[in-house]
């Protein structure tokens, strides 16, 4: 697609940043039928492994975009090899304990956590922008400008030498940690701009027979010159050395090299390093996540320590609640104030992902203290302080938009609820010929108005926004405590936002209840 050939009647929506989020909200906005313009100004993309979890709910997001999540899982880690973290003097030396590490099931979600290196998950979302009419991707195009004018937004763009101005209907930062358009807007961050020094050397090499019986996602090296831990994103070829605790010069390739050998406890190992990154671990989030038509997404809008692995999934999070939003005001039938939702939404969950990822990087702290001889009981308190930091599932599929605090008694415990401003939650239908979750019920391009075995259909629509009515029956095998959950085992009705957040519920479907239906979605939509 050039640049001059589109004929649409508004202006795309630009996004600032080609990484995952970037093309994520590219492809959820394609979805309702938006075009974006994505100016990406790298023209080579890292091939180092970086960010690894994609847990439950970002895959739930991939499903509702029919991604082939199947070949996801089969293009990720095996499973057998990445669910403990075992905490070692060095790989070779004495092991002082193990946790288990997000061993999820279906119960709670359609699809546990997968192990997939960030480069993997970019050529996926590549595949799919390439296969999308409303994504266009432009690649070595930096924004050098931006104004947001009244009611456009306008980028300058330099590519090589030659520089251009686009409009905008919205602008969308997906431009990283160090986001210049943060930058340009003066938007501050707060929390804690550097908690730790660290450095990642990322190796090639097969430690298979190094591990052999004891597979696992992380290894401690707890007494290692270089205290730090192992990260196995495939235990035969691919790992990093993360180490909190970075040396003041930045070590040459051979030196890493006997960095990972000593940590290793043996340098009878064949690697081969391919980078070594300094990085500072921070904190922080952004005071605003909105500056007129410009929004922060992912790491432009808060910054996370990685322990956890919760931020690339609440950048692709953010995506999936900004973009219908941008869709329900340029068509129409939501006020510009439904975009203000997104901040105080999203920065609510980003606080509180910060602060678990800071508590997380504070247990590792506690651990790497530690010395050979601690006593056993030292060692089982600290290792058991990595629980929250390793199992979390509470924090990944069941954060909500609710006025009420979620329900969860630990960030490891995720208990099901289905008030609004919760996830619906999932359950797997057990009709005749159905493996089907919950969440497919819904129709992510519109509300949905679900209805229970004795509801009856609205007898008018609840004002302009796309709405699906979806009326279960006793054949799709609904599970009954779902059923009671949601309040769906009457003639009550619950209606779900595009993004499968529960914007309100009624116990009569009838006239009362759909006016009260149609007053809460009028109160969100601001219409």
């Known amino acids: 697609m050039t640049h001059s050939d589109r004929a649409d009647h508004k202006p795309p929506v630009l996004v600032i940043g080609g990484g995952p989020v970037g093309l994520t909200v590219a492809l959820l906005l394609a979805r ?35 991604f082939d999540v199947p ?19 060095r790989i070779t030396g004495a092991r002082f304990g193990s946790v288990p590490f997000e061993r999820h099931d279906d119960t709670h979600t359609p699809h546990p956590r997968i192990n997939l290196k960030q480069p993997d998950l970019e050529r996926i979302l590549l595949r799919e922008v390439a296969r999308s009419p409303l994504v266009d991707l432009r690649v070595g195009h930096r924004v050098t400008g931006l104004v947001d004018e009244e009611k456009i937004a306008v980028a300058t763009v330099l590519d090589d030498d030659k520089e251009y101005e686009i409009s905008g209907e919205y602008v969308l930062a997906c431009d990283g940690a160090n986001s210049e358009v943060r930058e340009r807007l003066g938007i501050e961050m707060h929390g804690q701009p550097d908690v730790q020094s660290c450095l990642t050397i990322h190796f090639e090499g097969s430690l298979r027979n190094l591990v052999g019986d004891r597979p696992g996602m992380f290894y401690w090296a707890v007494g290692a010159k270089l205290p ?43 690697i081969a390093v391919r980078h070594v990154s300094p990085w500072l671990m921070t904190a922080q989030v952004a005071d605003r996540y909105r500056d007129g038509r410009v929004f922060l997404l992912g790491d432009a809008a808060h910054r996370f320590p990685p322990s956890g692995g919760l931020g690339l999934n609440t950048g692709i999070q953010d995506a999936h609640n900004l973009a219908w939003k941008i869709k329900a ?27 678990q990822s800071l508590a997380n990087a504070a247990s590792a702290v506690q651990v790497f203290q530690l010395r050979e001889n601690s006593p056993q009981e030292e060692w089982d308190r600290a290792i058991a302080g990595m629980y929250d930091s390793l199992n979390s599932l509470a924090l990944q599929i069941g954060f909500t938009y609710a006025e009420e605090p979620a329900p969860h008694k630990s960030v490891q ?42 509801g009856a259909a609205p007898e008018a629509d609840l004002g302009d926004a796309p709405l699906t009515v979806v009326a279960l029956d006793a054949e799709l095998g609904l599970p009954s405590w779902w059923m009671g959950l949601t309040g769906l085992d009457g003639a009550g009705a ?8 529960i914007v309100a519920r009624t116990t009569d479907a009838g006239a009362a209840g759909q006016d009260s239906l149609r007053r809460s979605l009028r109160a969100l939509l601001g219409s």
């Open 32 to 66: 309702h039928d938006v075009p974006t313009v994505v100016l990406e100004q790298r023209r080579e993309r890292s091939d180092a492994p970086r960010a690894h979890v994609i847990n439950p709910r970002s895959l739930e997001i991939y499903r509702s975009l029919d």
């Open 329 to 355: 005001v340029m068509s129409g039938w939501a006020g510009d104030q439904l975009l203000d939702t997104y901040e105080a939404e999203r920065r609510r969950v980003a606080e509180i992902n910060t602060e």
């Open 494 to 501: 619950v209606l779900v936002r595009p993004d499968g957040h």
């Open 413 to 454: 415990e995720y208990v099901p609820r289905a008030v609004p401003g919760d996830r619906l939650p999932h359950a797997w239908l057990d009709g005749p010929g159905e493996h089907r979750s919950t969440l497919d019920l819904l129709d992510p391009r519109s509300f949905t108005l679900l209805l229970g075995q004795g």
């Open 228 to 270: 730090g831990l192992f990260l196995a994103y495939d235990i035969d070829k691919t790992w990093v050395y993360i180490s909190l605790m970075a040396p003041k010069v930045v070590p040459s390739a051979e030196e890493a090299r006997d960095i990972v050998h000593d940590a290793l406890g043996t340098d009878r190992v064949d």
């Open 71 to 89: 070949a996801m899982i089969e293009g990720s880690a095996a499973p057998q090899d990445d669910t403990v973290s075992h905490f070692d003097w």
